[in-house]
């Protein structure tokens, strides 16, 4: 492993003790590789980093905007008809798309931009924030969200306090940040900590949901404690579904003895660091450094 990884490991990990948003919700890289000895897909690895601030635009997804209920060059206002307690600090928000029938058809993996009402009924208030959307790309009539507020956040906490059937959300985007192709890897290690698992979700999604792709995933997940990890029952379901495909870690800086007693995934003490990468295989040999 070489300096520049190591560099990225001891940002992880200083990540996982508290990760905030950033321009879409996700963790400090997500990183496909084969892991494999065996025969490898045409494209073995891929990183990509922890997106910052920048003045640089988001980049729209090739597929024409008309395509979606959504346009990634104007605001458009959906309603909130759910809002429910997730955990302490975050809630699972949906927004009723057009029709029952309509299909976000969201490339993955792609975020868009969340405002508030504003004085005017044909636009937003200026204050926008990107979320990562966790309920499946092609599922038709909602779009779900997970949202964590923070105490000092501008617009985490007044997303909470909205009232479903009352409020709403207006929505710009989608805005692509990896196109995902089935099969594009044999096998992936999805790195995540806190809310920077909902771009693994969406994935997640994609990889499990259609017959026809064939790839494996293990996923790292780093939590201060088991109060804070997030999407648990939903990541157990899935684990149940595909034994032989996926595998799930937790990570947890405070572990309780005995650990959560869940059947499927494993939990563990500490960070993800270089040691949880090599027993996830991600220091085998045949793989190489990966990515910028």
């Given at each position: 492993m070489n300096h520049t990884?190591?560099?990225?490991?001891?940002?992880?990990?200083?990540?996982?003790?508290?990760?905030?948003?950033?321009?879409?919700?996700?963790?400090d890289f997500f990183k496909g590789r084969s892991l494999s000895t065996g025969s490898k897909s045409s494209t073995d690895d891929i990183t990509i980093s922890k997106t910052t601030q920048t003045k640089d635009p988001l980049s729209p997804p090739p597929t024409p905007a008309a395509s979606f209920p959504f346009s990634p060059n104007e605001w458009r206002r959906f309603p909130l008809v759910a809002s429910a307690d997730h955990t302490?600090?975050?809630?699972?928000?949906?927004?009723?798309?057009?029709?029952?029938?309509?299909?976000?058809?969201?490339?993955?993996?792609?975020?868009?931009?969340?405002?508030?009402d504003s004085s005017s009924p044909t636009s937003p208030s200026p204050l926008s924030r990107p979320y990562t959307p966790i309920s499946s790309p092609t599922a038709p009539?909602?779009?779900?969200?997970?949202?964590?507020?923070?105490?000092?956040?501008?617009?985490?906490?007044?997303?909470?306090?909205l009232q479903a059937g009352k409020d709403g959300v207006w929505i710009k985007g989608p805005f692509l940040k990896f196109k995902y192709s089935k099969n594009q890897f044999?096998?992936?290690?999805?790195?995540?900590?806190?809310?920077?698992?909902?771009?693994?979700?969406?994935?997640?999604?994609?990889i499990f949901s259609d017959p026809e792709d064939h790839t494996s995933v293990t996923l790292l997940v780093a939590n201060r404690s088991p109060e804070d990890v997030l999407l648990?029952?939903?990541?157990?379901?899935l684990l149940a579904?595909?034994?032989?495909?996926?595998?799930?870690?937790?990570?947890?800086?405070?572990?309780?003895?005995?650990?959560?007693?869940?059947?499927?995934?494993?939990?563990?003490?500490?960070?993800?660091?270089e040691g949880a990468l090599r027993a996830a295989g991600a220091g085998r040999e045949g793989g190489r450094e990966g990515g910028r």
């Open positions: 990884a190591h560099r990225r490991l001891h940002r992880l990990a200083a990540c996982c003790q508290s990760l905030r948003g950033s321009h879409c919700q996700g963790a302490h600090d975050t809630k699972t928000m949906d927004v009723a798309l057009p029709s029952p029938s309509t299909h976000p058809n969201l490339p993955v993996a792609s975020c868009v931009l969340l405002a508030l009539g909602r779009l779900s969200f997970l949202i964590k507020a923070y105490r000092d956040g501008a617009l985490s906490p007044r997303l909470h306090a044999k096998s992936i290690l999805m790195l995540a900590a806190g809310t920077g698992i909902t771009p693994m979700v969406q994935c997640l999604h994609a648990l029952d939903w990541l157990d379901s579904q595909h034994p032989g495909r996926l595998e799930v870690r937790h990570y947890l800086e405070r572990l309780p003895s005995p650990p959560p007693s869940r059947h499927g995934p494993s939990w563990h003490a500490g960070f993800i660091d």
